[in-house]
């Protein structure tokens, strides 16, 4: 609840993965349910670990944002996080460096 407040409040807030304490992209997913449980509105949980994360970072001109010109890896999710943020754990697919990878491949042993 203090972290939601300090984001009402305009304050600047990212998320970080706790990895390798915790399974890598997981604790991401556990801060951005915790924030919107918090009452920090879905929009703007997705915003912190986004464009917010590459400017806390100093990375605002070349990511966090769908730009031109920038670098842009995706996630393909079945669902909204904008309505129901737990839908961001339902990863159909990821586009990194241009390249698709199915979550088969993703949760396949090398």
């Given at each position: 609840d203090t972290v939601a407040t300090l984001i009402r409040s305009g304050g600047r807030v990212t998320a970080g993965s706790d990895a390798p304490s915790v399974p890598y992209g997981l604790g991401l997913h556990a801060e951005l349910t915790l924030l919107t449980q918090s009452g920090v509105p879905n929009d703007r949980a997705l915003r912190l670990v986004t464009a917010e994360a590459a400017l806390a970072l100093g990375l605002e001109r070349e990511l966090g944002t769908v730009e031109a010109g920038k670098?842009?890896?995706f996630v393909i999710i079945n669902g909204n996080p904008l309505i129901n943020m737990t839908d961001s754990l339902d990863i159909e697919?990821?586009?990194r460096?241009?390249?698709w990878f199915e979550r088969?491949?993703?949760l396949s042993p090398r």
């Open positions: 670098l842009a890896d697919a990821v586009v460096g241009g390249t088969g491949e993703l």
